[in-house]
């Protein structure tokens, strides 16, 4: 059987959610392949690592087109920058679920190409955070980056309580809108 490179790190995403210090031959079994066919893919864990690494990033820019981020950065419609910033807080779940082993990797977090992206990214959100601020929808008082890395502990946090059973799926969404808009919203939410 011809397992794809597309195969194996779908696989490999799936059992890195579940195992994510998971090694290269516990990953070849997961997988279903031997060891040698996985290193004729990847030649080591971090060459696996960085390509899981710009399909997430892949998902992350999706996912701030879906939501339109930019042109709510732009603008000074309130109910603009809403409907992009509950459409991030609902497509940071999916990503999280499908990517959350790569919030903690330590690959993903000192690759080059993968640094630069994440900040590219990271960037467009803080310039929403900030348009959010100016709009009312959230806290003037906080800075946009402390906003920002707020998220990503939130993001942690939905990676391991869905990893761990903590709470069901279907309670995410609330429970991450709820501890955001607590900590960081305004009055321009209810």
Avoid: C, K
């Amino acid at each position: 059987m011809v397992v794809s490179r597309e195969q194996i790190m779908t696989a490999a995403i799936q059992h890195l959610n579940e195992h994510p210090a998971a090694s290269m031959a516990q990953l070849a079994e997961a997988v279903g392949i031997s060891r040698a066919t996985l290193h004729r893919q990847f030649s080591s864990r971090e060459e696996l690592m960085t390509a899981l690494g710009h399909r997430a990033h892949d998902r992350w820019h999706d996912l701030q087109v879906r939501a339109d981020v930019r042109s709510a950065a732009a603008s000074d419609d309130p109910h603009l920058i809403r409907q992009a910033l509950e459409a991030l807080l609902e497509g940071w779940i999916d990503v999280a679920d499908d990517y959350g082993f790569g919030l903690t990797d330590y690959a993903m977090a000192v690759h080059p190409e993968l640094l630069r992206r994440a900040d590219e990214l990271e960037e467009h959100e803080i310039a929403l955070f900030a348009a959010a601020q100016r709009a009312g929808l959230l806290r003037a008082d906080l800075p946009a980056r402390w906003i920002s890395n707020t998220v990503y502990g939130l993001l942690v946090a939905v990676r391991e309580s869905l990893r761990r059973g903590d709470v069901a799926r279907r309670d995410v969404p609330r429970l991450l809108r709820e501890t955001f808009l607590t900590g960081a919203g305004a009055g321009g939410w209810s």
